[in-house]
């Protein structure tokens, strides 16, 4: 059986991203507290990587669904640092409700999960889905549970309600492909991988896999 981490690559990575917006959030706010969400979209504008930094830093805060395509944009950012902000902006983004008893609800399944109890964080993620059931982040988490606990058909279930409801979730895609891979479907693991890829080139592991794949696919082993 494959370890946590090999069938859910994304965690690690989307966890450490959860806890860098929350740290910039506390460490940053004497920087880009006075900023206004349309403030911080007008300075993502700009032609200076620490004015774009901030911006993209505010959003993760106060950022909505709106501000989602302007920061996929830039995921292609020329500048490293730019394309990790923004992709933990969207990050942020994805993991809020704006629900006071939903948020604190979701964080305590996130934590669970990244804890290896996928059980009791299934049980977090059920909770929030009841009382948000359009917000994508609780079914994308639950996917994972399900993922981890080996019940791959209820993971790609859950993981195709993502899509519907938010096409552009690069984690989603990333996960599917993971569970075709495993399965040995590996032309629609490639499908996969590559849609994720054309909406975030970032993801380094995931582009090792792809290119793997297609240069397999082109000697014809698979």
Same mark, same amino acid.
């Given at each position: 059986?494959?370890?946590?981490?090999?069938?859910?690559?994304?965690?690690?990575?989307?966890?450490? @991203?959860? =806890?860098?917006?929350?740290?910039?959030?506390?460490?940053?706010?004497?920087?880009?507290?006075? @900023?206004?969400?349309?403030?911080?979209?007008?300075?993502?504008?700009?032609?200076?990587?620490?004015?774009?930094?901030?911006?993209?830093?505010?959003?993760?805060?106060?950022? +909505?669904?709106?501000?989602?395509?302007?920061?996929?944009?830039?995921?292609?950012?020329?500048?490293?640092?730019?394309? #990790?902000?923004?992709?933990?902006?969207?990050?942020?983004?994805?993991?809020? +409700?704006?629900?006071? +008893?939903?948020?604190?609800?979701?964080?305590?399944?996130?934590?669970?999960?990244?804890?290896?109890?996928?059980?009791?964080? @299934?049980?977090?993620?059920?909770?929030?889905?009841? =009382?948000?059931?359009?917000?994508?982040?609780? @079914?994308?988490?639950?996917?994972?549970?399900?993922?981890?606990? #080996?019940?791959?058909?209820?993971?790609?279930?859950?993981?195709?309600?993502?899509?519907?409801?938010?096409?552009?979730?690069? #984690?989603?895609?990333?996960?599917?492909?993971?569970?075709?891979?495993?399965? #040995?479907?590996?032309?629609?693991?490639?499908?996969?991988?590559?849609?994720?890829?054309?909406?975030?080139?970032?993801?380094?592991?995931?582009?090792?896999?792809?290119?793997?794949?297609?240069?397999?696919?082109?000697?014809?082993?698979?």
């Amino acid at each position: 059986m494959q370890s946590k981490q090999e069938l859910l690559p994304a965690l690690d990575r989307i966890a450490a @991203l959860f =806890l860098a917006v929350s740290f910039c959030a506390a460490v940053g706010a004497a920087d880009w507290g006075p @900023l206004s969400r349309a403030q911080a979209l007008e300075q993502a504008k700009s032609g200076q990587v620490d004015k774009r930094r901030l911006a993209y830093g505010r959003l993760a805060e106060v950022g +909505t669904a709106d501000d989602v395509p302007v920061l996929l944009a830039a995921l292609w950012d020329e500048e490293d640092l730019i394309r #990790g902000m923004a992709e933990q902006a969207v990050w942020g983004i994805w993991m809020r +409700t704006h629900d006071s +008893t939903a948020d604190p609800m979701f964080q305590t399944g996130m934590q669970l999960l990244t804890e290896d109890k996928p059980e009791q964080a @299934l049980e977090k993620f059920n909770q929030v889905i009841a =009382l948000k059931p359009e917000f994508a982040e609780a @079914l994308n988490r639950r996917g994972d549970a399900y993922q981890f606990m #080996g019940d791959e058909d209820r993971a790609l279930a859950d993981y195709d309600h993502v899509l519907q409801l938010n096409p552009y979730h690069f #984690g989603t895609l990333e996960s599917c492909g993971q569970i075709w891979l495993e399965r #040995g479907n590996y032309r629609k693991a490639a499908d996969y991988f590559r849609r994720a890829l054309e909406i975030n080139p970032n993801l380094w592991n995931v582009a090792d896999i792809l290119q793997r794949l297609e240069k397999s696919f082109e000697n014809d082993k698979i």
